[in-house]
Structures are given as structure tokens and as C-alpha cells.
DNA sequence: TTGTAATCGAGACGGTACGTCTCGTCTTTTC
DNA sequence: GAAAAGACGAGACGTACCGTCTCGATTACAA
């Protein structure tokens, strides 16, 4: 994301920018964002903006990117309690509260939006943010398939894919109420197909 | 969408503006198209456009509109030929297609992301556009039931977000490659489910 | 100065800039004024400046020329008492306290500067502000002459530059005090030249 | 102009702005010189420009007094043939063809426009640059005055500006063509007066 | 001979203004 | 009375410079 850097930037700068994207994004719509509101919010010339960062989705993308490695103590785990149902439940429960809160709700809108404009941006969010996260429910599927409580020529990848894909895709395009039921019907219809089972 | 229109809209004007609309989005990338330049190239005057549509959003959407009603010929239907995952696969592969091809690309995803900032357009969509489509997967899905092809309890809503949302998730998120093989392997693990079948 | 002008112009804006810009010639240094400032004082947006005036010179001198033009009731005419040495005096004498009242000074600084750096300004101003005064100048000196009391054979643009050019240079490039005594010892030179008289 | 200087103000950095002014200059328009221009030109930091000089017009000022006190070998002296009229025709002749030399042109103008504006620059103008020349002026005059060649209660200051202030403010004003013949007809008339000699 | 202190090139910083572009509104003219 | 044309006030765009600042790296005195 960030040039060279030939070592004299301004960590103040960086951060007061970053810090101010993140409160903007609570208070207006992504789109009405502005470099020059940005600059000014932050304290900051706009040169200094323009200087270390190629877009305005970039600086956006490395407010998350902030927000996620200052949060996250060492890799992320999902639950493991045995029970695989259960497990997912309780964190796509838990996902629905967070696509539900306000305060998350533009900025993630925003993420996602620049992630599906900029082929670029995506490599680096498939990388920075959703890899670490995609691998640990990887993890957790994996140990359960050597449980044998998933298909042994199960792809985890496609997995993964059933489970969240429904949830975010509900959640972007508003395609109906975004509820815990839901989150359960949908582990439980994933993990067991839509086929009847004798 | 469109307002009461009183009776003296002028039809020119109005197809003007929506074949301008779909040609600069083959052109540019939704965002850089200007009510400006888009009143300029149909040749119509920008109050035109202020006058019966409240947003650029709301243009393009009408573009979309127009194309698919004019493109569909009576209600969708899905194929049936008695094998449903061989109706799903194809069905899948083509949008698959649909989806890779370029001239569709900006269009779409344009549309993703106006249906995502926006709530009220997020409902017509619903209505209009994606209300058939989704009625018709639902109907496909519904008569599989009633030959006992799908488990009597299934949540139909959730059978068709299972099936699609990993699809288009993985499309607007470019989480990975979109292939006809990850069409099948996703028809194929929906149906079966992730759990181990004896 | 003024563009084509289809026809479409607002007055008021018009009237707005060139007041404003004559409202800020009093307040600060010529160089310090901004177009974005003046706009904002005019309550006009930049871009009306700019479809307009080609340059900031162009707006000070449109300004000038107003007030100029609202001036002036009929054509400039130099006082004609006979006494040809006395009515130079006078005017002369007017001059220097003109050229020394500090409300003035800033714009008129300004303007000379404008023109001594663009040709396209210079000839404006010599056909619509100095022209006038000039051919008034001529005039008076060519009265004097009918009457015997200039040389037959004088070049009556040579003269005026002679009564004159001192002055503006003087004043211009501060060589010296501006003083009514310089004044009048300038026309007593200037009539009689630097050889001595028998 | 140049500060205390307490011994250890690098001379190569120095004359490489002096240098790289006056090579601007002949480059582009004096009011397009930038400070981070002339800087990067001269091959300096810009901050060895602002240690040593208070202005952009400072800079261009020293230029010149370098310029002048490198060509000037002692003196300066006008010539005295004895025939007065004669001398200063050659001399302002001379003075014509320069001020229509393009290369001296702007550099010029720039420096009328400086001291116009900036009374410190015009006191040290006054001093350094013009003061040895309207000294020799002076000069001249002076000994004409003791040949009888002039009157003998002429002031020799207003006698100067009478011969050479009508040149400068043709040339800078653009006020009409600067030609040899203007400045024949200029001598003739400033030695002679306008009133008719018997 | 070695500090040590000022100067140097470089360039980031918070800012102002540039001249351009588009917004959404308003006004004029034409059909 | 809707339409095309386009001027208007507003304000963001991305760039150029402003004048200040900090950073090693020379560099030339004083110890």
C-alpha cells in the first residue's frame, strides 16, 4: 500500500489520517467522503494524503487494516467446542449482530464496494484481512472433517464459501431480514444439503 | 421509479437518457459517469434528467430496467428436466459465463453497489429485477420437493441463497477463481451437504 | 476583455466582481488578492471569474475601466485659462497629490504593473483609459500652440511624455520625493528646456 | 541585503542561485519563478535560499547587482565630446536598442515591477544599481552647465528625469513605438522647451 | 586531531491557491 | 409547459508552491 518511504514519513500523520477516516466513515456515507474533508478532519495538509496514499479507497482500506492488526492478539481462532453446529451457530450469530450494528454497518458497506471496483484492493483485503480469517475457518472445518463429521472429499474452500457467502451476500444486497434464525437454518441446511436424508 | 408523469414526458428523451446510460457504462466505470456527461451524450438537456430521476443510481437502474424487460419474453423459468442437479449445474455455468463476460462486469457490478448504499433502491431491485428470477429458482426448487428430490422440511429462501450467494459472494468479492468446475463442485456439495451421507 | 457573451450574462455577477475587486485593491497588496478570495467576497463561484476574465489583470482592469466610465461625465478636458504654464501647474500639481493619496496608490501601482507586463492589457488601457486622457493633453497643448505659445514645429506626443513621463516614472519607481515644488519646477523645465534662454 | 554572515555561507551556492536566476528569467515570466523552482535549479535546498535572502525579489535584485558589478569596470562615465546634443542622442540611442533587446526585456520589466512594489528593493535600487548611473548623468549635465551649454539655474535632477524619464515610461507603459527616431526628437525637444525660441 | 557547530542538499510537513470539473438550481429561449 | 441550452453558487478535485521543519552528510573552525 505505502511507497517506498525512504524512511522520514510522519507515523503522527499516517495515524491522524487513518483515526480520522474511520470517525468519518461513522458519520457520512462513504461516497460523500472528501480528500480535502479527510485533510482537514486529520490536521493534515492534503499534499500528505495525496503523497502516501493513490486513492481515497486505499486510505480507507488501511484505516480497516489498522483497525484489524490493532485488535487481533496473535491469529484468529474459531471455537472449538466439539460440537460443529454449535460452533458455527454461535458465530454466525455473532457475525449477524456485528453486519447489524450501526456503527460498523457503512464502513464495512464502504470496504466492500471498493473491493468491487479495484481488483487491487481485493488482492491486498483477500490477503491482509479476509486471509488470516478464511484460514481459520478452514481450520475449523478441517479438524472436524478428521473428526469424520464432515465428507471426507469435502472442499473445505467450497465449505466455507456455503456457510458465509449466503450471510454477507443477504447482508450487501438486503435480499431479506438478517436475523439469528436465519444464521441457524443456514448452518443447519448447509451442513446437512438440501437433499432429504434417509 | 419513474414519477406520476403527468402525460407530456417526452418518450424520446426518456429512451435517450437510458441507452446513453448503458452505453457509458460499457464505457467507463459507473463512478466516473456525470449527470453532465451523461445528459450530453443522449443530447438532452441536464433538467431532463433532474426533472424525473432523483439520483444517477436511479438512471442506471431504469437502464437495467428497461433491458431486461425488454430482453424477457413472459415469466423466467428455470429448466427441468427431471434431474435437478444437472438443471442446477447448467443453470449455475451459464451465470458463471454471464458473470466473466466483460461487457456485463461494469454494468453489474455498478448495480451491486448502488443496491448496497441504497435501501430504497435495494427494494425495487428486489421487486422488479430480482422478484422473478428468484421466484422462478424457489418454483424449480419448490416441484424437486414435491418429487421428494429435496428434504420436506427445506427452507426454499435458504436453498436459494445456499446455491447462489457462494456464487456471487465469490464474484463481487474476487475471493477466488470463477470456474464451470467450482459451478459443479458448489451444486454438488449444496445438494449433499456438508456432512458425511453413509 | 469580455468573451463572445451568447447573450446569457448575469449583470449582477458582473457588478459583484469588479466591486469586490476594487473593495480589496483598498485593503491589501494587489499580489495578495486570490481569485478564490475574490469570488468569496462577491459571493460568485470561481468558475464565473473564470468563464469570464482570462486573468486576474483582466478583472482589476475591468474594474477600472467601471469606475472610470461611471466617472466621467462627457470627454476629459484640461483646464484653459490662457496661461498655459499655470494651467499645467494646476494640473500637474493635482496629479502629484493624487499619486500621493494612499487609497490610490495600491491600485493605480497595480494596474501600471499589469500593463507593463502584458502587451494585450497595455493596448486595452491606451484605447480606453489613457487614449482619452491623452488626446485631452493634446488638445490643451495644441491650443497653446494655435495661439503662438508653443514652437510650430513641437511633436505634441513628444511633449506630453516630456510634462508628463517624469512624473509617473518618478512616482513609479519612487526616485524621489513627489512634491508639488517638483511639479512646477518640471513644467517650468519642460517649457523652456534645459539650454539657457538669452 | 545578504545577512550578518557569521563566515560560513557557502559562495558556490551562491552564485549557482544568482546564476540559475538570471537564467530563469530569460526563460519565463518573472512572476512564474518559483522559490522550489530557482531551488532545484541552482541545485540547493530550498532552505539555503530562504537562510540567506528575504524574498523572491531579493534574489533577483542581487542577480542583477552581480550582473552589473561583474560588466562594470570602474565608473561609469557618459561620453563628452563637447557637443552635448550629439552625446546624449548616442547615449539614449544606445538605451533604446537595449530596452528593445528581447533578452534583456524581462529581466528588466521584472525589476521595474520589484521596486515598484517593494520601497526597501527601490531604496537599495536606488542606491546600488541607479545611483552610479544618474550620478554620471549628472556628471555630464554638470559640465555642460560650466561650458554655457545649459542654464545656469538648471536643477540637474529634474533636468535627468526630463531626458530620461519620457524613455522609460514609453517602454514600460507601451505607450508607443521606442524608436532612435523618438529619441532624436526626445533631446531636441528637452534641450529646446516647447515654448518657440526667437 | 578531533570534536562540535553551522551549513548544506533533500524533502516531508500544514497550508493556500490554482484552474478544472461536476453538482443541483435557475433562467432564457424554442417548439 | 416541457425541452435544450447553459449560466449560476458551491465546493471537491489533484497540482504547485509557500515558508518551516527535520534529517544525515559535509565542512571548517577551535580545542
Request: aromatic letters at 6%.
Amino acid at each position: 500500500m505505502t511507497p517506498p518511504n525512504t524512511g522520514r514519513r510522519s507515523e503522527a500523520s499516517r495515524r491522524a489520517v487513518l483515526t480520522a477516516a474511520l470517525d468519518l466513515l461513522q458519520e457520512v456515507e462513504y461516497a460523500k467522503i472528501s480528500i480535502e474533508g479527510l485533510a482537514s478532519r486529520a490536521g493534515v495538509g492534503k499534499q500528505t494524503i495525496y503523497r502516501w496514499w493513490p486513492s481515497k479507497g486505499a486510505v480507507i482500506f488501511d484505516a480497516f487494516l489498522m483497525l484489524s492488526e490493532g485488535a487481533e492478539g496473535g491469529p484468529v481462532q474459531l471455537p472449538d467446542t466439539g460440537d460443529l453446529a454449535a460452533d458455527l451457530t454461535e458465530v454466525l450469530r455473532a457475525t449477524v449482530t456485528e453486519l447489524n450494528e450501526p456503527r460498523y454497518e457503512q464502513p464495512m458497506r464502504a470496504l466492500a464496494t471498493e473491493i468491487a471496483h479495484d481488483p487491487e484492493l481485493a488482492a491486498i483485503y483477500a490477503e491482509r484481512l479476509d486471509g488470516p480469517l478464511r484460514e481459520a475457518k478452514r481450520q475449523r472445518l478441517r479438524r472436524a472433517q478428521r473428526a469424520g463429521q464432515l465428507a471426507e472429499d469435502l472442499d473445505l474452500d467450497v465449505a466455507v464459501d456455503l456457510i458465509w457467502g449466503p450471510l454477507f451476500q443477504r447482508w450487501l444486497h438486503r435480499s431479506g431480514p438478517l436475523t439469528t434464525e436465519y444464521a441457524d437454518r443456514l448452518v443447519a441446511t448447509a451442513l446437512d444439503g438440501l437433499r432429504p436424508r434417509r
